[in-house]
């Protein structure tokens, strides 16, 4: 459990939350134990999937219960945080992590920490400090030990393209980019690459690399268009499994020869692969709070 994974690496005791659900529906949160939150820097922590909107609604109730309790600090930490995609402005649309993240801090958050958001925009809408922390090193350093020679990185479209190029300086390798063309929210219509770069695929070994794995639609796109022009292996690393709809089933025949994940979010054996190894967060999480707490990072 990742929860008990950073009270552990902070030094401190976790206190769980009881979650109940009235005949109707709706929540509620109540503490176990509260005698040591007044006057004290509180840490909560919740990632906000599988059930999206139940998770949401579940850490700003425990965000207002510790509000009222007058901790000194309460930081919000967000392994995943929910409706992170939905933070571009279009007519007749709600920007719906703008609106989480007022949501956030009328619920008493005084800072939040985050892991590896879907866009960096998404940190502008906070009003509180936002500290934010990447698993991107870890999947680095895992793909180092395999001593990879000359891989090839893929960004699976443009917004990629910067952080592909970073994880292939690291690796010592190079970067391609495709094209994408998405249609309604989750649908990718097409994925292309520049046929110049054919030659580079050819018997390389491709690496991808994402934030996040919800519908694998795009990701199943990329996956073809490399075995197509003759990749000879391909290893997938992201932040968060989000494993939505036909992603185990897609993943589970993708030729790929291995997946890396990390444990910002918490799901079952169920939507466990043979060849995926998942990484923990919770040194990350643990480093940032520890220099929070330290007052090392205002």
Known sequence: MLASSVAQGLGVSLTPSGVARFSDGETFIGLGSHESVTGSTVVAIQSCMPSGNERLIEMLLLLGALKRLKPKRLLAVFPFFPYRRSCKE????????????RFVEAAGATRVVLVDP????????????VETVTAMNLFIDAWKAQKFIRPLVVAQDR?????????????????????KQRGRADEVQSMAMN?????????ATCCIIDDEINAAGTLMRAIAVLVSAGAREIHVAATHAIFSGPAIERLGTAPISSLMVTDSIGFGPEKRLP???????????VKALKGIIDGKRR
């Open 159 to 179: 917004g990629a393209v910067q952080r592909a190029q970073w994880v292939a300086s690291e690796l010592g390798g190079e970067t391609i980019a495709f094209e």
């Open 118 to 129: 879907h866009s960096s925009q998404l940190v502008t809408f906070f009003k509180i400090p």
């Open 90 to 101: 279009k007519p007749g649309e709600a920007i719906g992590s703008e609106l989480v993240a």
């Open 195 to 203: 046929p110049a770069h054919a030659a580079r695929v050819y018997g």
């Open 275 to 285: 060849n995926m190894k998942v990484l923990s967060v919770a040194p990350l999480l």
